[in-house]
């Protein structure tokens, strides 16, 4: 990421890459994308509907959760704590300009948060993989 998304500042071990397509076109994409992947999708929060049914308001924002359980539970075996990071998350919201990104943990620094690596930190890098093709 060469810029912070505007209304936030740089944050250590979360990377953001922008999105050309809307919030929900974007959860779509990813959505299929896991699908094509072999991965499971867990669900789709749509954080600001739950805000506006709680009567409150909240940017567009959508949390999709994701894995792979061949793949996670290894990781969780070796570092249990590691559940508290996994399934892994895709944050698809619109800053403060506007302009949608793709939120997620740095798969680098989450391998380093728990003592991970190799084989067992390859499947941490998905999210990267999957925002990179959200614009195929």
Known sequence: MTQA???THPVDGIVSTRSKLSVTDTAERLAALIGAAGATLFGVIDQSAEAEQAGMSLR??????FGNPSAGTPVMAAAPLAALDLPLK????EDDEGTVWMTYLDPAWLAARY?????LAA???????L????MD
């Open 5 to 7: 998304p505007a209304g």
């Open 131 to 134: 925002t990179a093709r959200v």
């Open 123 to 129: 499947p941490l890098a998905a999210p990267a993989a």
């Open 60 to 65: 567009a924002t959508k949390l999709v959760i």
């Open 115 to 119: 003592g991970l690596t190799g084989p």
């Open 90 to 93: 895709i944050l698809v919201w």
